[in-house]
Nanobody, 122 residues
Framework: QVQLVESGGGLVQAGGSLRLSCAASGNIFRINTMAWYRQAPGKQRELVAT???????NYADSVKGRFTISRDNAKNIWYIQMNSLKPEDTAVYYC????????????????WGQGTQVTVSP
């Protein structure tokens, strides 16, 4: 069984910074893609950033230049550093991963964290 656990959410003023972490645990063979999504009230969940095993990164246009995704392969942890936060960044942030488990490799499965609230006040 694989679990993803986020941490680091909270309340911050506009212009401030937060760093979210996602730790994956379980019978993991390889984590291919790691990502962060977010969902604001009344809106659909949207992709924020991804990082592959290369590593290659991609960002939503709305966060380019402000957010940075990174990963620690040895610890199966990935991060998103969020700078210059805006009230419109307020959302529940979810980590996501495409993982090969020890039992199911080479097949991959998608996993989600439980979400962490980020609130940016004006």
């Amino acid at each position: 069984q694989v679990q993803l656990v986020e941490s680091g959410g909270g309340l911050v003023q506009a212009g401030g910074s937060l760093r979210l972490s996602c730790a994956a645990s379980g019978n993991i063979f390889r984590i291919n893609t790691m990502a962060w999504y977010r969902q604001a009230p009344g809106k659909q969940r949207e992709l924020v950033a991804t990082i592959t095993s290369s590593p290659t990164t991609n960002y939503a246009d709305s966060v380019k230049g402000r957010f940075t995704i990174s990963r620690d392969n040895a610890k199966n942890i990935w991060y998103i550093q969020m700078n210059s936060l805006k009230p419109e960044d307020t959302a529940v942030y979810y980590c996501y991963a495409v993982i090969q488990t020890v039992q199911t490799r080479p097949y991959t499965y998608q996993f989600w964290g439980q979400g962490t609230q980020v609130t940016v006040s004006p």
